[in-house]
């Protein structure tokens, strides 16, 4: 379900500003609509994320762009590889 660029504030515990600059650094990516920016429950477990790698483990700005970045790689090559599952098991016949 999508929520306004408030609602996703809300529930994330954020403030405004913090968000736009994670935006910016492609942190967080927002489905763009032309009402503005529509956020997901994924974005907002991705916000607690940077919350916990900062205040948790005191990673700065370079780290956390290095971790997420790792992350959406290992997301990546889990669904290619479940892909290559599916594929291999329908030509198993």
Known sequence: M???KEAFLESAGLKG???DVWIAQEW???EQTPSGPRFREIDI???RLILE???GL???DAGIDVILH???QLHGMRQA???LRRHVGENRD
């Open 2 to 4: 999508a929520m306004s």
């Open 17 to 19: 500003p913090v968000v």
């Open 28 to 30: 967080l990516v927002p």
């Open 45 to 47: 477990a991705r916000a």
């Open 53 to 55: 790698l900062r205040a």
């Open 58 to 60: 005191g990673a700065n």
């Open 70 to 72: 790792l992350m959406d």
């Open 81 to 83: 590889l479940d892909a």
